[in-house]
């Protein structure tokens, strides 16, 4: 029983950490220009492609690899922003977020028309990092080295990313810009740079996600995208849309909450797990659990 | 040093600014008064690239900046105290300065500044590690002063630096102002505090409904009936 419950728990942090990652994105991006950044799933699939097939087709280390599909999906990212947010940063919110979800729809069509409607498979993990193993930590709990792998990368790219909000000067820039976007400008702040940067920096976290959720899952699909976009941005209004320690915490919580779902036997409704916090919190604290009601002034 | 030429703003259908024009002198303080919604705060927007205009000019010592984006404004040396001060509440009050350095590269030149403002407000200096949204009104305004002051502007726009605060902090900050035209900025300030503004500046506009209504000395409006009546209280 005590064991079955550490293995569900780890899973449920190992998995909870990609939607983190993923969550970092819809809530930064919210935070500065306040637009549900519908794409963001199609950027964590497009990260998980990129690593494919860096891996499999350039043959190049798997390290490289994520750090490649970041990179890709930074520079995609900024890109989707230049072309389809910025030209209706003027007008209506709605016209943005339909601009968004057009994109999202292009890129999974992309992806479906370049690789297909069936899953394809990430090399196993023994032939690309090391085979899996599991620990024993104490009596009868289980973890296994790719789940602190996966757990511990993202702790550490989440660890970088606070650091560079609280401490560099563009990540002041940034926090200022998501406080207050026209006093931020009034600083000499460039801010449609700094809008460039929450791109680039959400993208990239969420291209990280997508290469460890392929490696953990073993599987890539064209419309991967959908449904654990869907569950990042739950994880990130739990955690308070805005709040860079929301969408930590709402995404392993969602991850747990998740796992532990399968665990009492509600496996067929893992999915809609998600889909019920969401409904709750926006009926209940629309906030989030880490929310400020500062004022946006935009 | 400024000078805004037959500037027409609009938001949409609404006419904000028709036909403005004004000009501000190196060393003057000079103060824009007017009702509410009359439009001073978007003349100061438009100063600092916030809102464009759909026509006029906007020239700042021969250049004409009415198409720089607002950081490009305060490259060229004009910040602007916002109205409602617009502190960045979960920030400190030490990065709330740092940030009006944002511009400038001098990392000596900024800890000094920073300390000549803590100097001049010492309870900012106090609270300095306190996010900027726990200050009081006076702090605050202390505070969105002393940041506009970090980015070292020729020009400093100030957007009603007194509402809302007690009459003796008031006073102080009308103090304030006139200490930092002493020391070389030059200062466009907008209030609802005709009598105060009056007070201190050298020249004066007056809008009603998005157009100039008078201009002249700021003692020659004191005396002038109309001003008297509209905004005097007279
Ligand atoms: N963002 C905006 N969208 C639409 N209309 C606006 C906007 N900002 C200002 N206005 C309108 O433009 C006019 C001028 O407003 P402005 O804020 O410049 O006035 P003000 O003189 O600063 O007034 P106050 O003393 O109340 O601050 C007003 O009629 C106002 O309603
Ligand atoms: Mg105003």
């Given at each position: 029983m005590l064991s079955n419950f550490f293995v569900q728990l780890m899973n449920g942090i190992a998995l909870g950490s990609t939607y983190a990652l993923i969550a970092l994105g819809y809530t930064m991006v919210y935070g500065i220009i306040?637009?549900?950044?519908?794409?963001h799933g199609e950027i964590f699939m497009s990260g998980a492609f990129v690593g494919l097939i860096l891996v499999?087709?350039?043959?190049?280390?798997i390290i490289i690899a994520f750090l490649g599909a970041m990179l890709f999906c930074m520079i995609m990212g900024v890109i989707i922003e230049k072309i389809a947010y910025k030209p209706l940063r003027?007008?209506?919110r709605l016209a943005a977020l339909i601009s968004a979800i057009g994109v999202s729809i292009f890129l999974s069509n992309l992806a479906n028309l370049i690789f297909g409607a069936n899953p394809t498979s990430y090399p196993p993990t023994k032939e690309i990092l090391f085979p899996v193993k599991s620990f024993e930590l104490?009596?009868?709990a289980q973890v296994t080295n790719l789940q602190i792998l996966i757990i511990a990368t993202s702790a550490i790219l989440m660890i970088i990313l606070q650091y560079f909000i609280k401490n560099t000067r563009i990540g002041k820039a940034m926090r200022a810009t998501s406080q207050d976007y026209d006093t931020a400008a009034l600083m000499g702040i460039n801010v449609n740079k700094i809008i460039s940067y929450t791109f680039a920096i959400g993208s990239s976290l969420a291209a990280a996600g997508g290469v460890l959720v392929g490696i953990y899952f073993g599987v890539v699909k064209y419309?991967?995208?959908?449904l654990v976009g869907l569950k990042a941005f739950t994880a990130a209004v739990l955690g308070g849309i805005g709040s860079i320690p929301g969408a930590m915490f709402g995404g392993i919580a969602l991850g747990i909450g998740e796992m532990f779902a399968v665990a009492i036997g509600l496996s067929s409704y893992r999915d809609a797990i998600a889909f019920g916090i969401l409904i709750i919190v926006l009926l209940?604290?629309?906030?989030?659990?880490?929310?400020?009601?500062i004022q946006k002034k935009v | 040093m400024l000078n805004i030429e037959n500037i027409d703003v609009n938001y949409g259908a609404i006419r904000?600014?028709?036909q403005v024009s004004l000009e501000v002198n190196e060393g003057e303080i000079v103060a824009l008064i007017g009702a509410n919604g009359a439009g001073k705060s978007t003349t100061l927007r438009s100063i600092s690239g916030l809102v464009k205009p759909q026509s006029g000019k906007i020239i700042f010592e021969g250049k004409e900046?009415?198409?720089?984006p607002p950081h490009k404004v305060v490259e060229i040396g004009i910040s602007q105290v916002p109205e409602g001060r617009r502190?960045?509440?979960?920030?400190t009050v030490l990065e709330n300065l740092e940030l009006g350095a944002?511009?400038?590269?001098d990392r000596a030149g900024i800890k000094e500044d920073i300390n000549n403002i803590f100097l001049r407000f010492p309870r900012l200096e106090e609270r300095k590690?306190?996010?900027?949204?726990?200050?009081s009104g006076g702090e605050q305004q202390m505070l969105a002063i002393g940041r506009a002051l970090m980015s070292r502007p020729k020009l400093l726009l100030m957007d009603e630096?007194?509402?809302?605060?007690?009459p003796m902090l008031v006073q102080e900050i009308f103090n304030i102002v006139k200490e930092i035209n002493q020391t070389g900025t030059t200062i466009l300030l907008v209030e609802q505090n005709a009598r105060m503004a009056l007070s201190i500046a050298n020249r004066a506009y007056v809008l009603e409904t998005g157009s100039l209504a008078m201009s002249g000395s700021a003692k020659e409006l004191a005396e002038n009936e109309e001003v008297q009546k509209a905004y005097l209280g007279h």
């Open positions: 306040l637009l549900i950044n519908f794409a499999t087709v350039f043959h190049v280390h003027r007008s209506t104490f009596a009868g419309n991967m995208g959908t209940v604290k629309p906030t989030g659990l880490f929310g400020t009601e | 904000a600014l028709v900046i009415h198409n720089f502190v960045f509440p979960l920030m944002f511009s400038r590269k590690q306190q996010p900027a949204g726990t200050l630096p007194s509402m809302g605060l007690a």
